[in-house]
């Protein structure tokens, strides 16, 4: 009997290296796709597809398996993820850091200033659809992310396409066995880790409105 987990798959339509952050050799989904990092757990395993006005329309931009799940705060403590703090003084992989989020006394977020902040000041509309159903970062340390040199999705994998607006849920022994093949392709063809750069970076720093 084949080991039970889910299979998520969505479709990115900014892919700045912030959702998903690959860097460092760890990829986190710290932001954005609420839902997915709500139900997502440990074994699990997300696809991320190219958007349809996006250069890498219906191709395979990054795969990751579900390492651990944490809470923003413990990401924030955490020194293994100190590198995903946002930092201005270094290249753009730092500028695009997601470990954004943690509480002061009063028990009130702060949003460190990001990808998702309004300059320096807070973002409402971000900030309230990245902690308003849940609090958890997905890591993984088995990933493939390919970015700007996403590759096409095998014409046998192509129902794990996300036609939808949101995200799709596979987990029937089919939809297992099928997910599998497809990650035996990937594993044996490409190299685990950052295989490309994200497809929306144009060489400057960009905040997200949120809009």
């Known amino acids: 009997m084949l080991k039970p987990m889910k299979i998520y798959s969505y479709k990115i339509t900014r892919d700045f290296g912030f959702a998903p952050n690959p ?24 696809i991320g597809f190219g958007g349809k006005n996006t250069n890498a329309y219906h191709k395979i ?10 809470s923003f705060e413990q990401y924030w403590i955490d020194e293994r993820f100190v590198q995903k703090r946002p930092r201005f003084d270094k290249n753009l992989k730092y500028c695009y850091g997601d470990n954004i989020y943690h509480k002061n006394a009063q028990g009130e977020w702060i949003q460190e200033q990001s990808h998702h902040s309004n300059g320096i000041e807070i973002n409402p509309n971000n900030l309230k659809r990245d ?13 493939w992310y390919f970015g700007d040199d996403a590759i096409n999705t095998p014409s046998d994998f192509a129902a794990f396409f996300p036609e939808c607006r949101n995200y799709r849920i596979f987990q029937s022994e089919e939809d297992i066995r099928q997910f599998l093949l497809l990650k035996n392709h990937i594993e044996n063809n490409y190299e685990r880790g950052m295989n490309g750069l994200p497809f929306s970076q144009k060489g400057k720093f960009i905040q997200y409105k949120g809009e």
């Open 23 to 46: 860097y460092f050799g760890i990829c986190t989904l710290a932001t954005c796709k609420p839902d997915i990092r709500k139900l997502a757990n440990e074994g699990d395993w997300i």
């Open 61 to 70: 931009v990054y795969l990751m398996e579900v390492s651990e799940v944490i």
């Open 131 to 143: 902690t308003g159903r849940t609090t958890n970062v997905l890591i993984s340390t088995n990933y």
